[in-house]
């Protein structure tokens, strides 16, 4: 099974500036993943730019507009105490979210039936009409809302296992009874949301909040519990996945204890729920991970996952 994965060098020029988590250096990771697997299964392209108009499907148009007016020609700008922009940021965030837009387009079309959109900045924490947390645009919401308007999607389910809790997306999707949001993630920690009892107006918005230290069986015993019959109940004609690996247990932003492993099993899981309800249609989206070397191998484990288990198995055997 093909996975077609969009990245570009942009990527590298949204710089945060010295001693920020979020820097270039998780790009030059994530094209470290892609080259150590070498394999015709994994399919590179180009992320091309979002337009404003994908853009303002889930963002405020004085929000956008203010936020790409922010991007300055020289040196940095904070649009939050986390979040900032250089010269650079503008093409790399429209091609965050054009990876995952592109991904969609992609997969609807039968090219592939999984994406994988390896950009940054991450999107999640990105809501409506603010920008914080490290993001400005929230792509996986910006993808998902692509599916709808341009491709007639109905059911579509987000599931999002960063550490941190995806308040944007939470928040854009709050009201839409055909998007089921759920969130595996720390609590507590940053943002702050992402309560058992944040339930969405229509039931749509399930939140798994795991206590400091859990490790990978904690994690599949929750995922088990509560995520994957949700999903079932639901029947999710397409499926999205935000790819977080800062639960992993050498991420220095958190204090969850997951492996490369743990990835790999929920990605299959989420693979199998897409193979009998969604035609096997995922599209996953880079968000968190902030040590590099987790990250590059948290990232071959889920595109491995991605491709399917028999292709993880010849992977394997071969080497």
């Not at 956008?64 to 904070?78: C, H, I, K, S, W």
């Not at 058992?196 to 929750?222: C, I, K, M, Y």
């Not at 009998?276 to 491995?304: F, N």
């Amino acid at each position: 099974m093909n996975v077609l994965v969009f990245t570009h060098d942009s990527a590298r020029g949204h710089d945060t500036g010295p001693g920020h988590p979020e820097r270039p250096a998780r790009h030059d990771a994530v094209i470290a993943a892609l080259r150590s697997i070498e394999d015709a299964w994994l399919v590179r392209r180009e992320a091309p730019p979002a337009t404003v108009e994908q853009i303002l499907r889930v963002h405020r148009q004085a929000y956008v507009e203010a936020t790409l007016a922010a991007m300055p020609n020289e040196g940095l700008v904070r649009l939050d105490p986390d979040t900032v922009v250089s010269p650079g940021s503008r093409e790399a965030v429209l091609r965050a979210a054009g990876g995952a837009v592109a991904g969609v387009d992609a997969v609807l079309a039968g090219e592939a039936s999984r994406a994988f959109a390896a950009m940054r900045p991450p999107g999640h924490h990105a809501e409506s009409d603010k920008a914080m947390g490290f993001c400005l645009f929230d792509s996986v919401a910006v993808g998902a809302a692509h599916a709808r308007a341009a491709h007639g999607i109905g059911r579509i389910a987000i599931v999002d296992f960063d550490v941190h809790h995806g308040n944007g997306t939470q928040e854009i999707f709050w009201d839409d009874p055909q998007t089921l949001y759920v969130s595996t993630h720390q609590w507590p920690l940053y943002p702050g949301t992402g309560a058992a009892s944040e339930r969405g107006a229509h039931g749509n918005v399930l939140n798994v909040p795991l206590p400091p230290g859990t490790d990978g069986e904690g994690f599949r015993q929750a995922v088990e519990a509560q995520v994957l019959p949700a999903l079932e109940r639901f029947r999710p004609e397409l499926l999205f996945i935000s790819a977080g690996f800062d639960a992993h247990r050498a991420d220095p932003l958190a204090n969850l204890a997951l492996v490369e492993e743990d990835f790999a099993w929920i990605t299959s899981e989420l693979v199998a729920v897409a193979e009998r309800h969604a035609q096997g249609r995922v599209v996953s989206v880079l968000e968190g991970g902030y040590d590099v070397d987790a990250l590059e191998t948290s990232v071959v484990a889920h595109l491995r996952a991605l491709a399917g288990e028999e292709r993880a198995k010849q992977e394997k055997t071969a080497r």
